[in-house]
């Protein structure tokens, strides 16, 4: 697609439940990133993955949050043991490479996120 | 205290006004200044970019970046009832996992006929 595409756009859970949230970067993006907003709230940074090296793991809340990038592709977000506190918007990103230059050609595409509420 | 502060607004003001957003920062160790517009239950889009001190003009956007100050500007000349967004600032050092930016509150914006 055009686009980093998300899914579900939108998730109701009940809490103590498990979710999974799906993101599509933009094709050959080597970077993928994971945020999370809350009401009224910027961003918060959760995980990074680049190409084949480690991800930076160091925004996770907590151990119920993990994530996968699969073939260099789709990325998993998933969430063990919902709490009500999880419910916000999840937005993931994409670019074509890292770090940031200083010509700004390494623009971070963000998806349309995630809307999980916590019930 | 958080690492970077963003007066959230809202902010009202009629079309064809100048409107000033400005974020102030702690960590030193910043390089890279950005500016997000966020429509309503959108993704942020990147605006302006800029690295390290000076000023940067994109048509009727301009960033300033004071490191001495750290604050950083985004100036919005002959504003448009279009550019009513959410405006976030967002940073990140040369030092840190460069996918990690560090992001304000966002203040929200109303431009009005």
């Known amino acids: 697609g055009a686009g980093v595409s998300q899914s579900p756009s939108n998730k109701v859970t009940e809490k103590g439940k498990d979710v999974e949230l799906r993101c599509d970067p933009i094709s050959g993006h080597t970077a993928l990133y994971w945020y999370r907003q809350s009401l009224g709230q910027g961003l918060e940074f959760l995980i990074y993955f680049q190409g084949n090296s480690a991800p930076d793991k160091s925004g996770l809340p907590s151990d119920r949050f993990s994530a996968e990038r699969t073939g260099g592709s789709v990325s998993t977000l998933t969430i063990q043991r919902t709490q009500q506190e999880d419910s916000a918007v999840y937005l993931c990103?994409?670019?074509?490479?890292?770090?940031?230059?200083?010509?700004?050609?390494?623009?971070?595409?963000f998806g349309e996120g995630s809307w999980l509420t916590v019930v | 205290q958080k690492e970077v502060e963003q007066d959230p607004g809202p902010l009202s003001v009629p079309e064809g006004a100048i409107v000033s957003l400005n974020c102030t920062y702690s960590?030193?160790?910043?390089?890279?200044f950005m500016w997000y517009r966020q429509y309503s239950r959108k993704g942020p889009e990147l605006l302006m970019y800029?690295?390290?001190?000076g000023n940067k003009e994109d048509g009727r956007f301009t960033a300033q970046v004071d490191k001495s100050s750290k604050y950083i500007s985004l100036f919005i000349r002959d504003s448009q009832p279009s550019d009513s967004a959410t405006y976030l600032c967002?940073?990140?050092?040369?030092?840190?996992?460069?996918?990690?930016?560090?992001f304000g509150q966002g203040t929200i914006l109303t431009v009005h006929p």
């Open positions: 960590n030193s160790a910043f390089q890279y």
């Open positions: 990103a994409s670019s074509l490479f890292s770090p940031l230059t200083g010509n700004s050609g390494n623009t971070i595409y």
């Open positions: 800029t690295y390290s001190s």
């Open positions: 967002a940073m990140s050092a040369i030092t840190t996992s460069y996918g990690k930016l560090t």
